[in-house]
């Protein structure tokens, strides 16, 4: 093994150690219970689990983006959930690594990475999702400041949160052009957290809307330059997407290593799951896993080695989609298999298709994804 390999190695393990020791404890409350998970935080914080994109100059783990999918990975084959924490501290701080100014990488970077710091990714609002080009919060600036006014709904961490890295529109009508991307501080007059939603799945991730009025922000926490906030947040998202296909095939891995301990107690080693169909079943989850997991790491690799000329965002995306739709069919498979004890509530089956679900919806819609692939695909020579 080189360097690199031996080193993501090492956070592959640290993370497998961390989510059997510490997260399988807390996996079925948290999602029960419907609360952000303080203790699991603090934990990830302390392994460097919530600074891995952050540049070393600035106190963070500084790993690559295949790392970044390996330690996703292992957390959320125990708990999905607590795995978005680490997905969205990236996709938070990402901007203001790719295009943030010195100034406010030292304002804001250390924080996150030495004072465990949380950040947030604020984006979707209730008239703009999927077309994530029409956001209407606007930034106006006024002298040495911009004054944000908007709403932004389904944001995780909303409520949690110590720093804000929000996109608003600096021209509006501009559409893309118009997107300006800011980091707001907890605690900054104007800025409020909105309703707390109640969730069928990733229950233990907090999820909120998060109010501007008559925001006060200063020039110096504009990430880059004006109207630089669209391309800002597809760098982000082609580099998070991977890690949400990662957090599916995790999850997939956790739905069948339990069938795998629960056949073998149930002696379908010696055919008593055959009439059911039960070890076909059993392998078609294992190829469509590996897959998926096959599919993940392809498009991580092609961030870290930074392939010129190849569509990464198309493999982003394909990745995203691919794996969550697996780990909807793996796990819908898998409660299936297990019948009346896979649809009580809170067996970690049933947990883990709800928690499916929603990965096909955050992070663009599988739907969306599709449509980045067939674009592709289409504008490609
Ligand atoms: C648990 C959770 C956490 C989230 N966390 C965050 C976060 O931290 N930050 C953030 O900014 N957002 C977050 N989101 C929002 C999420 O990214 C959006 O819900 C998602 O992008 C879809 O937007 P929408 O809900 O407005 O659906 P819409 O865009 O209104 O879409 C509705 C339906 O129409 C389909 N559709 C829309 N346009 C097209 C099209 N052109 N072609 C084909 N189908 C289409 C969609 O696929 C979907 O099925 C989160 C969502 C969830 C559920």
Not at 38 to 61: C, H, N, Q, R, T
Request: aromatic letters at 8%; proline letters at 3%.
């Amino acid at each position: 093994m080189n360097d690199a390999e031996q080193q993501r190695e090492r956070w592959r393990t640290k993370a497998r150690e961390v989510a059997r020791n510490v997260v399988t404890p807390r996996a079925a409350e948290i999602d029960a219970v419907g609360e952000f998970a303080w203790d699991l935080a603090e934990v990830y914080s302390e392994y460097g689990f919530l600074s891995l994109l952050i540049p070393k100059e600035y106190g963070g783990m500084d790993t690559d983006i295949t790392s970044f999918c390996l330690v996703v990975e292992e957390i959320a084959n125990i708990c999905a959930s607590s795995a978005l924490l680490v997905i969205v501290q990236a996709v938070g701080t990402m901007p203001v690594v790719l295009g943030g100014a010195n100034e406010l990488k030292e304002k804001v970077l250390p924080r996150l990475a030495r004072e465990r710091g949380l950040i947030c990714f604020c984006l979707t609002e209730p008239e703009s999702g999927s077309d994530a080009a029409s956001v209407r919060t606007k930034a106006i600036l006024k002298d040495d400041h911009y004054v944000i006014n908007g709403q932004k709904c389904f944001i995780t961490n909303g409520g949690v949160a110590d720093f804000y890295t929000v996109f608003a529109t600096t021209h509006p009508g501009n559409r893309i052009e118009g997107i300006t991307g800011f980091v707001v501080e907890k605690g900054t007059p104007g800025l409020s957290v909105g309703k707390a939603e109640e969730k069928m799945g990733i229950r233990g991730s907090n999820t909120t809307e998060v109010i501007f009025e008559d925001v006060k922000v200063p020039v110096a926490q504009r990430i880059g330059d004006e109207g630089a906030g669209w391309w800002q947040m597809m760098r982000t998202l082609n580099r998070s997407r991977p890690a949400i296909g990662a957090q599916a095939v995790g999850l997939a891995q956790g739905a069948l290593d339990y069938l795998i301990r629960f056949g073998k107690e149930e002696g379908w080693a010696r055919g008593k799951g055959d009439s059911l169909g039960v070890p076909l079943m059993l392998a078609d989850m294992a190829v469509e896993i590996e897959a998926a997991r096959a599919l993940v790491y392809k498009a991580a690799n092609m961030m870290d080695e930074k392939v010129k000329g190849t569509p990464v965002q198309m493999f982003s995306a394909m990745s995203k989609y691919f794996a969550s739709d697996v780990a909807m069919k793996v796990t819908t498979d898998a409660v299936q298999i297990l019948q009346w004890q896979g649809l009580t509530r809170n067996h970690p089956v049933e947990r883990m298709m709800r928690d499916a679900k929603v990965i096909q919806i955050f992070e663009g819609t599988n739907q969306i994804q599709r449509m980045v692939v067939a674009h592709t695909l289409l504008k490609s020579k």
